[in-house]
């Protein structure tokens, strides 16, 4: 049985269903100017477009790179819906540097990792959690201002008045002003609002 017969028996349903809008295709690139393609529901995670490129390309072994979308890095959990994806679109991938280590290890290695590319293409995703329970993640570079990450929590929460809180980690108020790096947060940590009540509230 051909390659060609094979496919055809798992993608002979796939192809009629593919229709503008509910689905996306994807490209993936790396630094050697290697192209990986995949079609995808815009609702489903990100995850299977990453395992799909590792498969596609052997020589990378799962876990040991970032994949990187205008300029944030990308998470399995997140959809081409929730980042306004377009078709044909592309992600870049970056084989990480030092040896060992998956997922988990990255923001590790990240932090030391010396070159100044290697540098400005640290990210990393936190996440805003206030009183309501609501979450909000953002990726941003470590040395971005806080600011992005306050201003889309206003923007997620809306019926949140902006500049009407104050945001925490560890007890310590942040400034939008500051960055991650000045602050030490790494990847996955989580940030506390607190709306500001009348006649006090939480202490500046």
Do not use: C
Not at 97 to 109: E, Y
Not at 153 to 169: H, K
């Amino acid at each position: 049985m051909s390659r060609q017969d094979v496919d055809g028996e798992e993608g002979e349903d796939r192809k009629p269903v593919i229709k503008p809008g509910v689905h996306v295709t994807l490209k993936v690139r790396n630094t050697d100017g290697h192209t990986v393609y995949r079609t995808m529901r815009r609702t489903e995670q990100l995850q299977n477009l990453m395992d799909f490129y590792y498969a596609s390309v052997p020589a990378v072994q799962p876990g040991t790179g970032r994949f990187l979308y205008d300029g944030g890095r990308l998470r399995g959990w997140q959809t081409p819906a929730e980042l306004q994806m377009e078709d044909g679109d592309e992600v870049d991938f970056f084989t990480e540097l030092l040896g060992g280590g998956g997922t988990s290890a990255l923001p590790k290695a990240e932090r030391n990792m010396a070159s100044p590319l290697a540098a400005d293409l640290r990210f990393v995703t936190l996440k805003v959690v206030d009183q309501e329970q609501r979450l909000v993640r953002r990726t941003i570079r470590m040395n971005a201002e806080l600011q992005i990450v306050m201003d889309a929590y206003y923007d997620e929460a809306g019926d949140v008045v902006r500049g009407t809180g104050s945001f925490w980690f560890e007890n310590i108020r942040l400034r939008g002003a500051r960055t991650p790096a000045y602050f030490k947060l790494q990847d996955g940590d989580a940030i506390d609002f607190f709306e500001t009540q009348l006649g006090g509230g939480i202490p500046v």
